[in-house]
């Protein structure tokens, strides 16, 4: 328990108190570095920034994650969301984002794990917001746009370690879940 304060206090003073305006646009990405976010419990995020932008694709919301995920957000929106849309509806301009960072168990289930959202650690994406205002929306998995949903789903897996989508269970029909969380046997993707 006084380790973990000791750590915090480190983190805290290394940037110096936290809270700063810092913006950091590296690559598209544009984001401010924010205070590391303590516990409850397992929960918190260090090296925590608010991400309203990658790849010059904005976030419908903005999003609390770590530095290590927004910069895999970063280079899979430019790498593979960006070229994969193309010219569809004019291309690419908005990330509708379902959720960020929150202190919970995974699906919301009392006595689960906790998810890696409670770590700053994951991103849940619903739709893709195109430049003449229509959108592609992961409910459509099993409809028209089924294909170039498929397509962003199996590009994410690899940037990030787990890819979670409507073939993955219930809780994954209205929204993608990206995060960089490790796992031994390579990433996890349904
Ligand atoms: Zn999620």
């Not at 849309?85 to 908005?94: M, P, S, Y």
């Not at 219930?170 to 390579?186: I, L, M, N, S």
């Amino acid at each position: 328990m006084k380790k973990t304060a000791l750590i915090l206090m480190l983190a805290l003073s290394a940037c110096g108190g936290g809270g700063g305006s810092e913006t950091t646009a590296r690559g598209g990405l544009v984001a401010e570095k924010i205070a590391d976010i303590p516990g409850p419990g397992g929960c918190g995020v260090s090296n925590a920034y608010r991400v309203t932008e990658a790849a010059g694709v904005r976030l419908s919301q903005a999003a609390t994650i770590n530095l290590k995920t927004a910069n895999r957000l970063n280079s899979w929106v430019a790498n593979h969301a960006v070229p994969i849309i193309g010219n569809r509806g004019g291309g690419l301009v908005e990330l509708k984002v379902a959720a960020h960072y929150a202190c919970r168990t995974r699906n919301h289930r009392r006595g689960a794990r906790l998810s890696e959202h409670a770590k700053g650690n994951a991103i849940d994406i619903s739709a893709f917001v195109l430049a003449d205002g229509s959108r592609i929306s992961v409910t459509e998995w099993r409809g028209r746009n089924g294909r170039v949903l498929k397509r962003l789903h199996a590009s994410a897996c690899g940037p990030f370690g787990t890819v979670l989508g409507p073939n993955a269970d219930r809780h994954h029909q209205d929204h993608f879940h990206f995060d960089t969380a490790d796992h031994r046997g390579g990433a996890y993707c349904r």
